[in-house]
T-cell receptor, first 111, second 112 residues
Framework: DVKVTQSSRYLVKRTGEKVFLECVQDMDHENMFWYRQDPGLGLRLIYFSYDVKMKEKGDIPEGYSVSREKKERFSLILESASTNQTSMYLC??????????FGSGTRLTVV | DQQVKQNSPSLSVQEGRISILNCDYTNSMFDYFLWYKKYPAEGPTFLISISSIKDKNEDGRFTVFLNKSAKHLSLHIVPSQPGDSAVYFCAAKETSGSRLTFGEGTQLTVNP
């Protein structure tokens, strides 16, 4: 079974902090994604990556950046955390033409 | 611009009855549709999908119907069980693309 692991289940950070959310997959998937889930808004795509060092903006990239230095790891970076970035963050990976596997999510609270 | 819409935020049904969850889309380029189920504090898990060349796909208690002319799909769960209580997300993609576009989700509650 493909495993997508998000390093933290819960995080509390202060406004203005730089925050790193890490995601690791163990099945050599080319594609990786970062979504955030908010009530009434569903899952919205922040960034995705087709392969190592490649990244594409999703629907809501403002305030975020990403890094993919190795195939198995896709990091989401909040350059300066704000309270409106309090959310559930979900990472997913996918083999090209294959199904999507999601991690368990990171509940981030910015205070 | 919400390209995938689930207009019912919540649905409550009795155990053993049918649950029908609905989803509408606006993007004509979408040709592959998926349903995901999500429990609290867990990631979404894949449930069932359908390609635009079909109008129905069935997997056990779960059936997805696609009406391309109406740009509408629905998920039927029969019979509903208390363990089905979760948030259900409809998602869509273009065959040539990698990204999924999700709806807002519907909270299904199945009462014993």
């Amino acid at each position: 079974d493909v495993k997508v692991t998000q390093s933290s289940r819960y995080l509390v950070k202060r406004t203005g902090e730089k925050v790193f959310l890490e995601c690791v997959q163990d099945m050599d998937h080319e594609n990786m994604f970062w979504y955030r889930q908010d009530p009434g808004l569903g899952l919205r795509l922040i960034y995705f990556s087709y392969d190592v060092k490649m990244k594409e903006k999703g629907d809501i990239p403002e305030g975020y950046s990403v890094s993919r230095e190795k195939k198995e790891r896709f990091s989401l970076i909040l350059e300066s955390a704000s309270t409106n970035q309090t959310s559930m963050y979900l990472c997913a990976s996918r083999l090209r033409l294959g199904g999507y596997t999601f991690g368990s999510g990171t509940r981030l609270t910015v205070v | 611009d919400q390209q995938v819409k689930q207009n019912s935020p919540s649905l409550s049904v009795q155990e053993g009855r049918i649950s029908i969850l609905n989803c509408d889309y606006t993007n004509s380029m979408f040709d592959y549709f998926l349903w995901y189920k999500k429990y609290p504090a867990e990631g979404p898990t894949f449930l069932i999908s359908i390609s635009s060349i079909k109008d129905k796909n069935e997997d056990g208690r779960f059936t997805v119907f696609l009406n391309k002319s109406a740009k509408h799909l629905s998920l039927h769960i029969v019979p509903s069980q208390p363990g089905d209580s979760a948030v259900y997300f409809c998602a869509a993609k273009e065959t040539s693309g990698s990204r999924l576009t999700f709806g807002e989700g519907t909270q299904l509650t199945v009462n014993p």
